[in-house]
């Protein structure tokens, strides 16, 4: 047999790993959102809870490859060279394709990605086999598309159910409760727990046990037939264990439901999502083994076709233990899992702070129709139904700063819906997706729990919309993508292999470096959340200012030098970077400053106006620095004529000036010595004579056609934006300097 194929059978292997490693880090956030954004714990009893959950988990995973082997297509109408190449194909494709999903922080469901992967390679290989062999013969005889069909209705079905599902059981919780729950909680805090913890004992043992051989088929036979009265008992038992630690031992039952929640879940994710990760390595495994006995009992490799591949799956203990460890490593040092887990807590937070997404037209319209549904439901609700649900909405009356971002009522209900839905799926052999289950219940219990406001509707909707829209492309892109990588596999041979491969180690390293840079950017725009006094105000106002016109002079020099010498590229970079500029402090102006105020209560109210201004002027700085660097990219970039010697004199000459001032005002925040502060206000005047004798020699030069129109247009709205940014830049000076002195 080629040696090609024990090379591909090790590639499978190296792809499984990293496939494990971004599958882990888009999937962690099923099972860790509710036990992280309600802070139920510190991080590391979280993750080792999970740990537990996942290694449990791998050795129940051997029910499902077989969607791997013949779940989306018959497998005996592939030979070994092309089903290898169609494995190999979805491997590559699916690390990519996760990798991408983490580097942007979106939830997305490895099963459809798998599926749909599966789906693409399959039908591609199948043309090529057709093609061939000049077969006139129906797709459908390659594809199992009745199947195929099945699972993708089933799994895009669940998202209205459990948004649905998710939302009426915490508003009906949050009824019962109200969010100063500890009242309320000693008395049916226990029954609440027994019915929490008989859901999520359900859902761990239809899950984790009903497809793994570690339970005979005579003891699961037993469990199906006898469900309602081991539920029953299990949540008498559960009750009465809930009641005796909640008031002999004083333990918050709440706590326990969570992290057993999460334990539950990540046993789930382990042993049925573990196909999505290593299926098709055990798959081309199990291939390459069967070609092996073909090839020793004198059959030709080329006449083998892989209907074996339907026969029962019997995985071997120490691949689903590696898999585990490999999990359970990713799970604790993957940083692309925080940022994934981020997205989905921070658009169910319960509370103001950043907003992630924007606004859009969809966002809009939806909130413009629930507002006016929500008139009409009040409008006919009797007065004492309104004022009693009213009670039992209003919030605490403070939030700390480093306050969890949801209760633990929610969190339970998280877990608990999104447990008894997956259990509910399973029963009645519909398949779903766990990543859409809990995502989606966490979204429909922040909308039941009034986290979406009219602050922060149109901005949480905007990335529910997102990420929905997300899933979708996930299909397309996993069918597209797979389809073509599998096309250049059955073209390309040895070459592309080696090609893709290398694409592949490329891509990860990009996105690798294309995360680390969203991450300090959302660390960045996160800065002011950190503030928790005066003093700390004062000094990262302070901080920012100097980092700030630092990189105003260098934008502003090199835009100059660049636009003098008609350096396209040097001028689209720092359009970019000037843009980012503008867009940190916009989303500062916007977002920032009044929730930074609030929890500045014992502020002086000089200090927040002084701030205030500080914000507002470097916004403005931001967008005159934006508006230069934009235009004289355009201006080069339409190859227009550049600039006169004389027009280069006389913006080096106002340059120059503005220059000074920035750097002399940076000298002084270094030394927090505003003693020579009069000087640069009498520097200020110098630039406006400069200013408008520029100006003059412009207006002289086009009058005498000796500059074009296009060329002065530019010109005067660079000397233009250079007057804004003196202007502001001497306000911002006046404000910086009375807020430090409101320090000293």
Not at 240 to 264: E, N, P, R
Not at 450 to 456: C, I, K, L, M, Q
Request: aromatic content about 10%.
């Amino acid at each position: 047999m080629d040696s090609i194929y024990i090379v591909i059978v090790v590639v499978l292997l190296v792809l499984a790993t990293l496939d494990l490693v971004v599958g882990v880090a888009n999937d962690a956030v099923n099972f860790l959102n509710s036990s992280i954004g309600s802070k139920v714990a510190p991080l590391w009893v979280i993750l080792t809870v999970a740990s537990v959950g996942v290694i449990l988990g791998s050795f129940f995973s051997t029910g499902m490859m077989e969607i791997a082997r013949s779940g989306v297509f018959y497998p005996e109408k592939f030979t070994f060279a092309s089903i290898m190449m169609l494995f190999l194909a979805v491997m590559i494709t699916d690390v990519i394709l996760l990798d991408v999903f983490n580097t942007f922080g979106l939830p997305t469901s490895t099963t459809v990605s798998l599926i749909f992967e599966l789906l693409g390679a399959a039908v591609a290989v199948s043309l090529v086999t057709i093609w061939q062999n000049n077969e006139v013969v129906d797709l459908a005889q390659y594809i199992n598309t009745g199947k195929a069909l099945k699972i993708i209705s089933g799994i895009f079905v669940s998202v209205l159910i459990s948004f649905t599902v998710g939302s009426v059981v915490m508003y009906i919780s949050r009824i019962i409760f109200s969010f100063n729950y500890h009242k309320s909680f000693q008395y049916v805090g226990a029954i609440w727990g027994g019915i929490a913890l008989t859901a999520i004992a359900y859902f761990a043992i239809l899950k984790g046990l009903k497809s793994t051989t570690l339970i005979s088929k005579a003891s699961m036979q037993y469990l199906d037939e006898h469900t309602a009265i081991i539920l029953l008992y299990t949540f008498l038992g559960m009750t009465g264990l809930m009641a005796i630690l909640q008031h002999l031992f004083k333990v918050k039952i709440l706590k326990v439901i969570i992290l057993s929640g999460t334990a539950a879940l990540a046993l789930s994710f382990a042993g049925n999502d573990l196909v999505n990760f290593i299926g098709v390595f055990m798959a081309g495994l199990s291939s390459y083994q069967f070609a092996g006995e073909f090839v020793a009992q004198g059959g030709n490799i080329d006449n083998l076709y892989m209907g074996r591949l339907s026969e029962a799956v019997n995985v071997d203990w120490r691949f689903l233990l590696g898999s585990g460890i490999v999990m359970i490593l990713a799970l604790w040092f993957n940083k692309k899992s925080r940022t994934v887990t981020k997205t989905e807590v921070n658009l169910s937070r319960q509370g103001e702070g950043l907003e992630q997404f924007s606004s859009t037209g969809a966002s809009r319209s939806l909130v413009r129709n629930a507002l006016n549904i929500g008139r009409f439901v009040h409008y006919i609700t009797p007065q004492k139904v309104k004022d009693f649900i009213e009670s039992r909405f209003k919030p605490l009356e403070k939030k700390e700063p480093n306050s969890p971002s949801f209760d633990l009522i929610r969190a339970s209900v998280n877990l608990t819906v999104a447990a008894l839905l997956i259990s509910l799926g399973t029963s009645l052999k519909l398949p779903l997706s766990t990543t859409y289950v809990t995502f989606m219940v966490a979204m429909g219990s922040s909308l039941a729990d009034r986290a979406w406001g009219r602050e922060s509707a149109v901005y949480r909707i905007t990335g529910v919309l997102t990420v929905i829209s997300g899933w979708f492309l996930t299909a397309a892109a996993a069918f597209t993508a797979s389809a073509t990588v599998a096309f250049l596999l059955m073209y390309g041979g040895v070459y592309a292999i080696i090609g893709l491969l290398i694409l592949v180690v490329f891509l990860i390293i990009q996105f690798t470096m294309v995360h680390k840079k969203r991450v300090a950017k959302e660390d960045a725009k996160e800065t002011t959340f950190t503030i928790k006094n005066e003093s700390d105000l004062i000094n990262v106002c302070s901080n920012e200012m100097e980092e700030a016109i630092e990189t105003t002079i260098r934008i502003y020099r090199e835009t100059l030098d660049g636009l003098f010498n008609e350096n396209r590229k040097k001028l689209n970079f720092l359009h970019k970077e000037a843009d980012m500029l503008y867009r940190k402090y916009k989303n500062r102006r916007h977002y920032e400053v009044v929730p930074t105020l609030k929890r500045l209560e014992s502020t002086p109210v000089e200090v927040g106006q002084f701030y205030i201004q500080v914000i507002d002027y470097f916004y403005e700085i931001s967008k005159s620095l934006k508006v230069m660097t934009e235009s004289s990219f355009k201006y080069i970039n339409d190859n227009h004529e550049g600039f006169s010697a004389e027009q280069i004199s006389d913006l080096t000459r106002l340059s120059e000036q503005v220059i000074e001032v920035a750097s002399d005002f940076i000298s002084m925040i270094q030394s927090w010595d505003y003693s020579r502060f009069d000087n640069l206000l009498e520097k200020r005047h110098l630039i406006a004579d400069y200013y408008a004798q520029a100006t003059r020699n412009q207006i002289k030069r086009a009058k005498s056609k000796d500059s074009g129109t296009r060329n002065s247009i530019l010109f005067l709205s660079l000397l233009n934006e250079t007057k804004i940014i003196a202007l502001q830049s001497s306000n911002l000076m006046k404000s910086q300097k009375r807020l430090v002195r409101m320090k000293q």
